[in-house]
């Protein structure tokens, strides 16, 4: 166990460095960086902003950011990642039931189909000429209509297409210095693709979902690119935004 506070500020006066040079080059606001140094967790929005910003602050000062973030973990209460545990956990256990009632509702239309099927055989074994149960002829062409064309009867496929969602394919790279992030698959509940610092000049590719939930330390350090095209009103301050194929919206920001 260490203290959090000193430890970041030995390492910044030692440095040399002040707090609006560091805030320029981090994007974290200088009244957060004073709050981390004094262990005034209380001041920052929340307990995902303060683990954020302490990796960020802690890797910029030459630190091991994980450190600081177990350290955190390991003497202050995390509600807010408590909170969001049942929330899953009954999310996961309504799938099984939904499941259910689609097997349910499949065993009715196959039963129906069945029973139609020998009730249709059954009035057809008393005539001699038996024709087959299915009439493969479209409706109309007895009395001289032309049959319909699939193209006017149904959706074409690129119709099928157009309406199924689209991903959103979003790309990330640390442009101007380090972000640290955590991105999961739907919302703040979803499964966990991606967690820690992109350093400056790495890149991350998220590719294969339709929605996706981001909680960012300092996205001013990022380019962001959402299939193919660059994010031109990404945040510049810590933020939670969601990502889809139409566009982001920013949930909240530390500010």
Request: hydrophobic share 40%; with cysteine.
């Amino acid at each position: 166990m260490f203290e959090i506070g000193n430890s970041l500020r030995e390492a910044r006066l030692r440095q040399g460095l002040e707090f609006p040079r560091i805030e320029e080059e981090t994007k974290i606001r200088g009244k957060y960086l004073r709050a981390l140094e004094e262990e005034q967790f209380e001041a920052l929005p929340g307990d995902t902003y303060v683990k954020g910003f302490l990796r960020t602050y802690a890797d910029y000062l030459g630190l091991d950011g994980q450190l600081y973030v177990d350290e955190f973990n390991s003497r202050f209460t995390t509600a807010e990642e408590e909170l969001a545990t049942p929330a899953t956990v009954r999310r996961r256990r309504q799938r099984p039931i939904e499941s259910n009632l689609v097997v349910v509702a499949l065993a009715a239309i196959v039963a129906v189909t069945v029973l139609l099927v020998v009730g249709l055989a059954g009035i057809g074994s008393d005539a001699p000429d038996q024709s087959p149960l299915v009439d493969a002829t479209p409706e109309g062409t007895e009395s001289g209509e032309a049959p319909a064309s699939p193209t006017t009867t149904g959706r074409s496929e690129t119709d099928e297409r157009e309406a199924r969602p689209r991903r959103a394919r979003l790309v990330l790279t640390a442009v101007r210095g380090g972000c640290w992030m955590q991105v999961r698959a739907g919302g703040v509940g979803g499964r966990l693709l991606w967690e820690g610092t992109l350093e400056e000049g790495q890149t991350q590719r998220f590719v294969k979902h339709r929605r996706l939930w981001l909680e960012l330390g300092a996205p001013g350090n990022l380019n962001a690119k959402l299939n193919g095209r660059r994010v031109q009103r990404f945040p510049t301050e810590a933020a939670v935004v969601v990502a889809t194929a139409k566009g982001i919206r920013t949930v909240s920001t530390a500010g």
